[in-house]
C-alpha cells in the first residue's frame, strides 16, 4: 500500500473509501449503473451553478486534456478563430490543440507570474473582430496563479465571443457562478478538486452551444456533440467507459458534500496554503507568486541555495511520507507543492519539519 501522500495536484491522495468504491464490476449498459451517470452530471450542475434549463454537463474518457480537446476541436468551426489568453503551460497546450486540429488561433501571452489584463485583452478583441472563441486557463497550475475569469469573461461577452474555461484544477475547490460568469465551455476533470481517480474529464457547457457543435468535430472518438446526444437519452457513454472510476467519482461526490460543498472545502485548502506559505518563508523558501494572485490549489517555490537538486530532495522528501512536483519554469529553478486532496494542515506541518531536517542536512 502507499507510504506517501501526493502533494500534486492531480492525481491526489483520495481517501480510502474513494478508492474502496472501485471494487465493484460493473456493466455499462446495466440501468443502475446507467443511473450513476445521469446523477453525477446532475450533482455537477448544481456544483457550476448551472441551471438543467440552459446547461449540461458531459462526462469524457481520458485525462483532462481530452475534455479540453474534445470543446476546442467540436466547437470552433472552419471558418471561426480562438484566442487563447495564456500565462502558462496549460495555456499554451490550447494554443497547441488549435495547431494539432487546424483551427486558426492567436494567442496573447502574459507573464507567469501575472494575471491577464482585461484592458489588454478588451484593446485586443476591439482591433480583431474576426475572433470567434476565447480560452483561458482559471488556475493554471504551472505555477499555482488564480486568473481572473470574471473580469476577462465580462469583456469577452461585452464582445459577444465564445468563452471557454479550462478551470481543469480549480472545480470544486474554487466556487464558480458557472451560469451567472455566462461561460460557455467549462472543462475540469475527475481526479482534481472533486477528489476523485484519473480516468475521465467532464464538460459544462451551454446547451444551445453544444448544439452548434453538431458536425463541427475534428475527431470522432472527442465529438461533445455526440458524446451528448448519447448521454443525454439516459446515461449510457458512447464508448466503453471507465466504470470503477465513475464509482470512485460518485463517492467523492458525496465525501465533498459531506464536507459541507465547495465552500468548506475552499476554506480547508485555503488554510492549507497559507500555513504552506508562511511555514517556507520562516525556513527562508521564497514563494515565486504575491500572495494576491495565489490559488488555494497549488504554489511555485523557488530553489533556497545554488546547491539544490530537485531529484534528491524529492527522495529525501518522499521517504519521509510526501510526494512533491517539480518546476515548470524555463528561468528560474523551482519546485511546487499541491495542497489539495486529502491533506490536512497536520500534513503540512509534517512536511514543513522533513523540509527543515533536509535544510539542515544540507547545511
Ligand atoms: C491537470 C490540468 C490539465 C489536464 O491535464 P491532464 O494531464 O491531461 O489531466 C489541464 N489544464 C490544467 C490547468 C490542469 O491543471
Redesign the pocket.
Known sequence: MNNYKLLT??PLTTTETVKKAMLVDHCTWDDEYKQITVAICTQLLELAHASSETYAAVLMQ???????ESVLSSSIGKQDKLLVISN?A?GD?MAEMAYYNDIKCDILNFFYNETPDADKVNAYLKTHPEITHVAM??????TGILNDIEAIGEVVKTHNKIYIV?????FGGVDIEVEKLEIDFL?S?A??CIQGV?GF?FVIAKKSEIMNCKGRARSLSLSLYDQYKEMIKDGKWRFTSPTHVVLAFEQALKELKEEGGIIARNTRFSKNMSYLRANFENLGIKPYLNQEVQSPIITTFEFPKENFNFKTMYDFIKARGFAIYPGKLLNLETFRIGVIGEIYLEDIEKLTDVMAEYLSSRG
Open positions: 495536484p492531480g481520458g485525462s483532462g486534456s481530452f475534455g479540453v502558462g496549460y497546450r486557463v482559471h488556475c493554471e497550475t504551472t479550462d478551470a481543469m484544477s480549480s472543462i476533470s481526479n482534481k484519473p474529464s
